[in-house]
């Protein structure tokens, strides 16, 4: 029997032996020959499996249904520019932690960036201006995806849409495809957890139909 687990931000995968003595091996996944590789980086909402949606994430998703193995960089909490308690914003991980055989890199996000109002729509656009430039610089044949910034259930206040066409512009200037995820969840409280932000179960399924077909288009051309 086998499985898959991401942790730590490593894919794992994961087989139980039968026979007389059962037992568990854990073996790090490397790509099959042929398979492609899928970078992705973002908040909460890329980094699952969490409380709020115990499930697949929408990446780990995406890459099964791509064939692709997902080698998943996001870190809870942090936007383009946000860096909470010390751990990094993406800009930050794409510098630290590059995915140089990666095929697709998909960079979704950020929410976070608006929550303390503080940061402004050209410092968000300047940071995802770097960010690009360094995967770029790991990686110079891969595809590039840009996804967000996302917002739960109610209409996307004026400062988030301000940062994310400040994302855009700086993803288009990459030569990146590009996807707005500000309007996903809105309207459906279905798709949101609990604590009002995160999307659940659903909700992940809905933002992985959304992304897939980018990302299988990626991985085509």
């Known amino acids: 029997m086998a499985a ?14 039968d026979g007389d003595r059962p037992g568990v091996r854990v ?9 492609p590789v899928l970078g992705v980086y973002g908040d909460s909402y890329t980094a699952g499996p969490a409380w709020w949606a115990p499930g697949a994430g929408w990446a780990t998703r995406v890459a099964q249904w791509t064939g692709a193995l997902v080698v ?10 946000q860096d909470p308690e010390g751990r990094g914003s993406i800009e930050a991980q ?8 990666a095929d697709v ?22 940071a995802a201006t770097a960010t690009y430039a360094a995967l770029r610089a790991a990686a110079p044949t891969a595809r590039l995806l840009v996804v967000g910034p996302q917002w739960p259930a109610t209409p996307p206040p004026t400062l988030l849409l301000q940062q994310r066409d400040a994302v855009r512009a700086a993803a288009q200037q990459a030569g990146a495809l590009w996807l707005d995820a500000s ?24 933002l992985a139909e959304r992304i ?7 991985l085509r051309a």
């Not at 998943?72 to 520019?81: D, L, P």
Request: hydrophobic share 40%; proline share 5%.
């Open 183 to 206: 309007g996903w969840l809105a309207g459906r409280p279905d798709l949101i957890a609990s604590d009002g932000v995160h999307a659940n179960d659903d909700g992940q399924a809905l």
């Open 212 to 218: 897939a077909p980018s990302v299988r288009a990626l």
């Open 4 to 17: 898959g687990v991401s942790l730590g931000g490593v894919d794992y995968g994961l087989s139980t032996s």
């Open 27 to 35: 073996l790090l996944a490397q790509p099959g020959a042929g398979q």
């Open 94 to 101: 794409a510098r630290l932690h590059p995915v140089r055989d």
């Open 105 to 126: 890199l998909a960079v979704f996000g950020s929410i976070n960036d608006h929550w303390t109002g503080a940061i402004t729509p050209a410092e968000v656009g300047a």
């Open 72 to 81: 998943n960089r996001a870190v809870g909490g942090t936007g383009y520019v």
